[in-house]
């Protein structure tokens, strides 16, 4: 499938229940040919009103830290396990997660990038390992498949403890490297 019918299902999918309540479907952003791609959790209030993800605060944030390491948000491509906004931002459901998946695996087969980054622990159990500890394993590297995976805590943990930023922004120059390495 190419990325215009990706898109036109993924905006008009009605496989879980979050559909009823979704201003927008947000997508993903950024480059469709980027080395390096970030995959969130779930849209929230601004993301849902906006159809683009990580424009909240904690995408404001996560910005910031793309900033600090030099990398342009243009150049990666920014998605969310789930497409759609689970109300008052609780935790996506198993069963909306197994509805949704497919959507991103597309998204990653045509990107094709070097580099996964998965933004908090919910990212990183799915995509990673189901028993992913984030605070002990943060910034380690996995191989899956063709793609080098990490995860770094989610940008709304550090705005929740400004303590985690330090480690984060550690893990944020190792990607950076990364994407020159080899
Ligand atoms: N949190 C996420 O995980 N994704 C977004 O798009 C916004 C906030």
Request: glycine residues 6%.
């Amino acid at each position: 499938m190419g990325w215009d019918d990706l898109k036109k299902k993924c905006a008009e999918c009605d496989k879980c229940a979050l559909h009823q309540t979704r201003t927008n479907c947000v997508f993903g952003t950024g480059n469709e040919n980027a080395t390096l791609m970030f995959i969130g959790e779930a849209p929230g209030e601004q993301e849902d009103l906006s159809g683009v993800p990580f424009v909240g605060r904690a995408g404001q944030l996560l910005d910031k830290f793309l900033c600090a390491v030099d990398i342009k948000r243009e150049d990666v491509y920014i998605a969310n396990i789930l497409k759609c906004r689970p109300p008052k931002n609780r935790d996506p459901l198993p069963e909306e997660e197994d509805a949704c998946i497919d959507y991103l695996r597309e998204q990653v087969a045509l990107i094709n990038p070097k580099v996964i980054v998965c933004l908090g622990r919910i990212s990183a159990m799915r995509l990673i390992k189901p028993d992913f500890k984030i605070t002990k394993e943060h910034g380690i590297w996995f191989k899956k498949g063709n793609y080098l995976m990490t995860a770094v805590y989610h940008p709304a943990a550090l705005l929740r403890d400004p303590r985690k930023k330090e480690d984060m922004l550690e893990d944020m120059k190792r990607i950076k490297e990364k994407l020159s390495e080899e």
